[in-house]
């Protein structure tokens, strides 16, 4: 007996253990869900595929400094029908193997101008892997605000069908006791229409926004995960100022960063294309070992070893002004690269600039709400009691019941608008923060 009560014991706890895991695993707040996509979604990975082929180009350019090596086997059959006038005449077959090396001694700085685009294509694609996790990260923060306020707007619409369903059977009482018309129910029973309906739409927004979220994170679409938060429970800390957010920008966003690796490159590609001014200077070594085998002939076999040690020296005197003009155009394509980078830092402090220009305006509407929020709800419990001593109208009621949703929603709107500002702000500095922690300035990971 008291074995058998130990094993419910144990079967009960691992039971309620099983449960509780799976609890937990199926709950994702908003740093979880972006830890979680940034390790699996495609176009991070992507990005990460090309920065490890951007590292093995690096190792391709290293390779052009080494030597050549070049194996030459062949087999030819030599016939001549007619009179043998030398012994080179006679009939036979050639066997010959052979090796050359070639070592550049001097190609223009090409070689050189290569290998270092390529260690600059490394950094630029990390840059792009950088770009591809903030977008990620920001879409995610976007769309999970996006779903928390469409749940805070769903208990708003709950709390307007309960009024709503409240008003209804105030209003059939009314109207069976002779004191109101019927037309008093007809509107409380469209309003409580178009509540569920309200209601419906919010429901189908929340599964959408729950199967984007699925998809950010590679699973399935249908997977049934409950993500969890509170707008008003994100941290509201901003302890950037505009000057150290545009500062930081400047120094760190990975955009920027691209857009001077791209000025890098070209200069690269304008150094290789004057290289072709300068001859090429090569180092070469090659031996070829021939073997015969005669037929009618003294020998029946002859072997030959050659060797040849030389350096050679090409020089491209004239190429109809191909190569000028080819660099001055890599010229003006540096000069509308450093352009286009002025341009991309002016659009980086405006973003920045704007990005505190919403989130102050999104505190003031927080507090505007609250306020309004007050208000609509003392109007409302006042028209409320009005109508149920029959003193105002229904119409009156229904303006009080609108305005006090209305707040609601506003409330709702405003926190969001705070925390996709927050958000967009640590985008367009260049920083990853997962979970929009409150940080100081640079104690979040800069890409």
């Keep these: 007996m008291k074995t058998r009560i130990f094993f419910i014991i144990c079967m009960l706890f691992f039971l309620c253990f099983s449960v509780n895991s799976k609890a937990q695993a199926d709950q994702l707040n908003l740093e979880q869900t972006v830890l979680a996509a940034l390790k699996a979604n495609p176009s991070v990975e992507s990005a990460r595929q090309v920065l490890e082929q951007a590292q093995m180009n690096v190792k391709a350019a290293r390779g052009y400094f080494m030597p050549s090596f070049t194996l030459q086997s062949s087999y030819s059959r030599y016939e001549l029908y007619g009179n043998v006038l030398t012994a080179d005449n006679v009939n036979r077959d050639i066997f010959s193997n052979g090796l050359k090396i070639s070592q550049p001694l001097f190609a223009g700085y090409s070689i050189l101008s290569n290998y270092l685009k390529a260690k600059i294509q490394v950094d630029a694609d990390n840059a792009r892997l950088s770009i591809a996790r903030l977008d ?34 105030a209003s059939k009482v009314f109207y069976k006791a002779g004191l109101a018309p019927y037309n008093d129910v007809l509107k409380n029973e469209v309003e409580l229409s178009k509540a569920h309906t309200d209601e419906i739409k919010i429901l ?59 000025i890098e490159i070209a200069e690269r590609d304008a150094k290789q294309t004057f290289s072709k001014y300068y001859p090429r200077v090569t180092l070469d070594f090659s031996w070829l070992n021939q073997k015969n085998y005669y037929e009618d002939y003294i020998y029946s076999k002859t072997k030959q070893d050659s060797y040849t040690v030389g350096i050679n020296l090409s020089w491209n005197i004239f190429d109809g002004g191909t190569t000028t003009y080819s660099y001055q155009a890599d010229l003006r394509h540096i000069a509308a690269l450093k352009k286009s980078l002025e341009k991309q830092a002016a659009d980086a402090k405006a973003d920045i600039v704007k990005s505190f220009t919403n989130i102050d305006d999104a505190k003031k509407l927080i507090g505007l709400a609250l306020k309004a929020k007050e208000s609509a709800l003392e109007n409302y419990n006042m028209a409320d009691a009005r109508y149920k001593t029959r003193i105002g109208t229904i119409n009156d009621l229904f303006d009080a019941q609108y305005n006090l949703t209305r707040s609601e929603s506003d409330i709702n709107d405003a926190y969001m608008q705070y925390h996709v500002a927050r958000a967009s702000l640590f985008y367009n500095i260049g920083l990853e923060n997962v979970g929009l922690d409150g940080v100081d300035s640079g104690s979040l990971r800069v890409q």
């Design 136 to 169: 990620l990260i920001f879409h995610i923060q976007q769309d999970f605000l996006q779903l928390l306020k469409s749940r805070e707007d769903l208990k708003t619409v709950n709390n307007e069908i309960k009024r709503i369903e409240s008003q209804l059977e």
């Design 204 to 262: 189908n927004l929340i599964k959408n926004q729950v199967t984007q979220l699925n998809t950010y994170r590679s699973a399935s679409f249908d997977e049934d995960v409950e993500y969890v938060g509170d707008l008003q429970h994100f941290d509201f800390t901003v302890s950037y100022d505009e000057n150290s957010a545009i500062a930081t920008a400047l120094s760190k966003r990975p955009d920027l960063f691209i857009g001077q690796m791209s």
